[in-house]
């Protein structure tokens, strides 16, 4: 994977920041990431196409690519792109505080994006379509405390945040529930369902499905 200074942002950059509760490595981020990267590709070339956009200045970029420990940037945005079986993909992230929380939220909804096809509900990538070519705009913002995440897919099931926390199994029934209710090929919105999918990695980061 090739890393690069970030040339423009895409859009607005997110002024309400907020600390992750990520306390992985950012060689367990990379794992995570090396392995999305194999999912999404046929080919080594659409492997090699992999890129992270860091806003880190050139000269504090080592040999392997990798930023210099104390480099400093300036501002925790990340962007990954690669040339993928569905098409060129790009992901936009500063949500949080720190830029290898932000690679970890993008790392984490390429898993949970993948793993909508384990229920049947796509046969082709449609998932990612609203990822396709988003040179120009950001993508939906993720979320940043399980709670958030919860009470999101409450509104699905009619449930607020405390009774999200207290019905047994109320988490797993509303994510069903708004992966069926959003899905574009059932006339569902892709940005909701993006934001579905950024809920489900947030609580299954946290241990809550």
Request: with cysteine.
């Amino acid at each position: 994977m090739r890393v690069a200074p970030i040339r423009e942002w895409p859009g607005t950059l997110t002024t309400d920041r907020q600390p992750s509760k990520f306390s992985a490595s950012l060689t367990d981020t990379l794992r995570v990431l090396d392995r999305e990267i194999w999912h999404l590709t046929e080919t080594r070339s659409q492997q090699d196409s992999a890129e992270l956009l860091i806003a880190i200045e050139p000269g504090q970029f080592r040999q392997d690519g990798r930023p210099y420990a104390n480099a400093k940037a300036a501002h925790p945005g990340v962007i990954f792109s690669i040339d993928s079986r569905h098409g060129h993909l790009s992901y936009p992230c500063d949500t949080f505080t720190r830029w290898e929380d932000n690679l970890r939220a993008i790392a984490l909804a390429l898993e949970a994006l993948r793993k909508v096809d384990r229920y049947g509900v796509t046969k082709r990538g449609e998932q990612y379509r609203g990822f396709l070519a988003l040179e120009a705009t950001a993508a939906p913002a993720g979320f940043g405390s399980p709670g958030h995440a919860l009470a999101f897919l409450g509104t699905f099931i009619g449930l607020g945040l405390d009774e999200m926390r207290v019905v047994e199994g109320a988490a797993l029934r509303a994510l069903r529930r708004a992966q069926r209710e959003t899905h574009p090929d059932a006339g569902g919105d892709a940005a909701t369902f993006q934001r579905v999918s950024l809920a489900e990695a947030k609580l299954r980061e946290a241990g809550l499905l």
